[in-house]
């Protein structure tokens, strides 16, 4: 058995997938009690699946979350941190922070610790470059700018 990863979430973003939680939760019910059809029809099926597997994500987001508390503010790339990157194929620059999609976090971009760049950027310190591959087969070069954490970010 491994153990879970640690999800960061705002206090915010945590109230807010509680809340999300409790009215899937209610539409479940509802839906369970109007299911009194012998052939149902696959749209109503589909919508359910959909909504049993957002209510598995969120319960398995916050079964393993980590609320409120803020990394340590040395410099490394990791969750609950906003970074600044720079791609060095164009020299463009982008603030994001690393932490959980599906979680509301106001209107910063939310990069997954699992997606490519995520995975890429995750441990590094400012000037450190990394690489990953692009959908298109590409290799995309990035390299770390500032990691701050995200309480910081926002004052």
Known sequence: MTAATPV??????HE?????????????????????SD????????VRRAQ???????HDMLSNAVVGVDPPDDGVAELGM????RFEDNGDTETFLLGVRGAYYGDIEVYSAKSPLGAAISGARPGERREYQLP????????????????????
């Open 8 to 13: 960061w979430l705002t206090p915010e973003a």
């Open 136 to 155: 298109t087969g590409h290799t995309q070069v990035v390299t770390l700018l500032a990691a701050v954490p995200y309480g910081l970010h926002m004052s």
């Open 16 to 36: 807010r997938l509680l809340h999300e939680l409790a009215v899937l939760r209610g539409w479940s019910t509802v839906d369970a009690l109007d299911d009194d």
């Open 82 to 85: 906003v970074l600044t990157v």
């Open 52 to 58: 049993q597997g957002r209510i598995q994500q969120i």
């Open 39 to 46: 052939a149902p029809d696959s749209n109503a099926v589909a």
